[in-house]
């Protein structure tokens, strides 16, 4: 196997393993307010969280950024709950400030506190030669949240139709809050017991 | 005319036992991602006629390894060299390679341990294995890359890969 695809295979099963549960409710929850038709959105969103964690994991491996890890570890759920209380807040996209589209900015900033997440990991195993492991692993982590961003899309989707069938007024806004507020009580959980201080 | 629907309590009670369902398959404790995952070099050295292997752990990790492992009291290097030459294989045309110890250094979290066996025949089929720590984590991932004869090679081990060669 080439190094590239060794590394990238290595960041798909980083990201889409159950037990690191963090990243893949980030992901769940920037998707939360989309439906099957807003795909491009969605893409969009993950895509910048995937270019803002590249940003941080290239700086920190190169040993360009230091950060400390139990401020990073304390901050990632806070990003989550961060999103969860934007998802529910925001009611009106078409009112919102820009229409909505600061949320790929958002995204990307967050990005940069995950990304922040493993790199010291990964800096103290990639000590020479951290281009190509970089890239692929990057490439592998931006597979695997496609992957969980179409599992997510299905999910909320069999969601939907089932809210749909109960006859629940707004059963999309109904999917929102419900899935929001369950992320942002599990991560404010997280953020708890990570706190430093 | 507007189709009336029932108050949302029907319908939040519907969502309740889902919701029940992906908080149970949560991690409940505040776990970080971290990455369970070990680094391997294996380089040729030819005026030693030799292979180096460097296998690089997380401290934390290798040591909860060796404690997990037990065994008979010896030496920290001891133990160390048994758990390395025991869960690493290298092997070629069907017959394992012995190892050597050539030491251990600490950077950081990780160690670095040091393996050496006697070079291969040119153009010699070699099948590696990397078994290191799949008894501590489900979701360990071992890294394997080796230089030889000029080409590099990666290979990947999760939990039940087998040998796989160094093509």
Not at chain 1, 164 to 191: K, Q, T
Not at chain 2, 76 to 96: D, I, K, N, P, Q
């Amino acid at each position: 196997m080439s190094e590239l695809l060794t590394f990238a295979h290595l960041g798909f099963l980083h990201i889409t393993d159950p037990r690191g549960a963090d990243h893949v409710l980030f992901i769940l929850v920037l998707a939360a307010i989309y439906r099957l038709r807003d795909w491009r959105q969605a893409m969009a969103v993950v895509t910048a969280f995937t270019v803002g964690h590249s940003v941080t994991l290239a700086l920190a491996v190169t040993g360009v950024l230091n950060l400390p890890t139990a401020l990073i570890e304390f901050l990632i759920p806070v990003t989550i709950v961060a999103t969860a209380a934007e998802n529910l807040l925001v009611r009106d996209r078409a009112g919102a400030p820009w229409r909505g589209r600061y949320r790929p900015v958002f995204a990307g900033v967050f990005g940069l506190v995950h990304g922040a997440g493993f790199a010291n990991y990964l800096r103290s195993l990639f000590v020479d030669g951290v281009a190509v492991p970089l890239l692929g692993f990057n490439l592998g982590i931006e597979a695997g949240q496609v992957a969980v961003l179409a599992a997510a899309t299905v999910l909320f989707a069999g969601l939907d139709r089932l809210l749909d069938g109960l006859r629940a007024p707004s059963p999309f806004r109904l999917r929102v809050v419900a899935v929001s507020a369950v992320i942002a009580v599990v991560a404010a959980g997280w953020a708890v017991e990570r706190s430093p201080w | 005319m507007r189709v009336r629907r029932p108050a949302p309590r029907r319908a939040l009670a519907a969502c309740l036992p889902a919701l029940a369902l992906v908080l149970a398959l949560l991690p409940r404790a505040a776990e970080a991602h971290p990455i369970h995952s070990t680094l391997t070099e294996i380089r040729q050295d030819p005026a030693a006629r030799a292979l180096e292997i460097s296998v690089r752990v997380f401290a934390d990790d290798f040591g909860t390894a060796l404690r997990r492992r037990g065994g008979p009291p010896r030496s920290w290097e001891a133990a160390a060299f048994a758990y390395a030459a025991t869960h690493f294989t290298v092997m070629e045309a069907g017959r394992s390679l012995p190892f050597t110890w050539c030491g251990v250094r600490r950077r950081g979290i990780v160690l670095w341990l040091c393996l050496r066996t006697s070079a291969p025949a040119a153009g010699a089929r070699l099948t590696v294995h990397n078994r290191m720590h799949f008894e501590l984590f489900e979701d360990q991932v071992n890294v394997v890359q080796a230089t030889l004869g000029g080409r590099r090679h990666s290979e990947l081990f999760t939990r039940g890969d087998g040998l796989k060669p160094l093509r």
